[in-house]
């Protein structure tokens, strides 16, 4: 049952992007009731749009979402594993989508086009709030400790064999022989100027020398676990195959990656309207460690549990709603 709403939200996602005209969403696919979060009468039967990216974390964060506000008494549309971040944004924009969790960087750098982060969460939370609603309409709230930022990994075998470290090394090794420094990298990572492009400017890599394959996230981890296909990976800092598999985060010595918390997105509108969606969600972002959410995606992709189960099983595991 589950399988069959996570497909039929990614149809309908996909039919969001195509057409822009797509007015609803799925159903919540598991059924919660109230817990510490209750209903609330003035969100009863407010309809909500829930949408998410589409990789494992993104869909638990957007299914913790759906699940605190049913318990709040709305009536929730399922938009959850939308392709690709600009898709969720222009959504957003245009009013088919309420409320999704985001990332400050994303925000920063993708969506508000500056090529410089700021280098603490908090400055870089700020930031991102304040241009954003000035230039959009969009407000971030409710900003998780929890930090996805990109990074490379490499085998702990890898490691032992090459000496790398950090970045700086990477980039050495890459110059001085490209074949010991093959790395691979997801679609968005290779394009992203907060990805590839942008750390071999900072890290001056000759990237007509390094050898990069492109592939789908996903097959990052293992082929890196493996070293065969390539040495070297781009990663989710909090993705749970990391430790899983036993990979080895390469220090941003330089400090490229942006931070990546994650933060509540809504437009203005919406915020006016429904001020009591933030309050609901706070005390849930609060409690959205590295650690936390580390542990959520290892369920999903290493013990092959579904997202929506585990979202809904840490809700009701820290009070927020109960399982019927």
């Known amino acids: 049952m589950t399988r069959a709403w996570r497909a039929l939200a990614l149809g309908l996602g996909l039919a969001l992007v195509a057409a822009c005209g797509l007015q609803s969403g799925g159903a919540v696919p598991l059924r919660v009731g109230p817990g510490s979060i209750r209903p609330i009468p003035a969100l009863n039967g407010v309809p909500v749009t829930v949408g998410s990216k589409d990789f494992t974390e993104q869909n638990i964060l957007g299914y913790l979402i759906e699940f605190a506000l049913t318990a709040?008494?709305?009536?929730?549309?399922?938009?959850?594993?939308?392709?690709?971040?600009?898709?969720?944004?222009?959504?957003?924009?245009?009013?088919?989508?309420?409320?999704?969790?985001?990332?400050?960087?994303?925000?920063?750098?993708?969506?508000?086009?500056?090529?410089?982060?700021?280098?603490?969460?908090?400055?870089?939370?700020?930031a991102v709030r304040d241009a954003d609603l000035a230039a959009h309409g969009m407000v971030w709230t409710a900003m998780a400790p929890m930090n996805n930022t990109y990074a490379l990994v490499m085998s702990a075998r890898t490691a032992q064999e090459t000496g790398?470290?950090?970045?700086?090394?990477?980039?050495?090794?890459?110059?001085?022989?490209?074949?010991?420094?093959?790395?691979?990298?997801?679609t968005e990572?290779?394009?992203?100027?907060?990805?590839?492009?942008?750390?071999?400017?900072?890290?001056?890599?000759?990237?007509?020398?390094?050898?990069?394959?492109?592939?789908?996230?996903?097959?990052?981890?293992?082929?890196?676990?493996?070293?065969r296909q390539c040495r070297f990976g781009s990663v989710a800092a909090t993705d749970g195959r990391i430790p899983a598999l036993n990979l080895v985060l390469?220090?941003?010595?330089?400090?490229?990656?942006?931070?990546?918390?994650?933060?509540?997105?809504?437009r203005e509108s919406f915020a006016d309207e429904h001020p009591e969606v933030i309050a609901v969600m706070t005390p849930i972002s609060q409690r959205l460690t590295n650690e936390t959410i580390t542990e959520l995606n290892r369920q999903v992709d290493v013990d092959g549990r579904e997202p929506a189960e585990v979202a809904r099983d840490w809700m009701v595991a820290q009070g927020f709603v109960t399982a019927r």
């Open 189 to 227: 990572f290779n394009v992203r100027q907060d990805g590839f492009p942008g750390l071999a400017r900072k890290y001056e890599i000759d990237t007509g020398k390094v050898r990069k394959q492109i592939v789908q996230d996903a097959v990052v981890y293992q082929a890196t676990a493996d070293g």
């Open 250 to 266: 390469l220090q941003d010595d330089r400090g490229f990656f942006p931070k990546y918390n994650a933060a509540l997105v809504m």
């Open 164 to 186: 790398v470290r950090t970045l700086s090394d990477y980039a050495g090794l890459a110059a001085a022989d490209p074949a010991a420094a093959a790395i691979c990298v997801g």
């Open 72 to 126: 709040a008494g709305a009536e929730v549309r399922d938009l959850t594993n939308i392709q690709g971040s600009n898709s969720v944004r222009d959504a957003q924009l245009h009013g088919q989508i309420d409320l999704a969790y985001d990332y400050t960087g994303t925000g920063w750098i993708n969506y508000l086009g500056n090529e410089t982060p700021v280098p603490d969460e908090i400055g870089q939370f700020e």
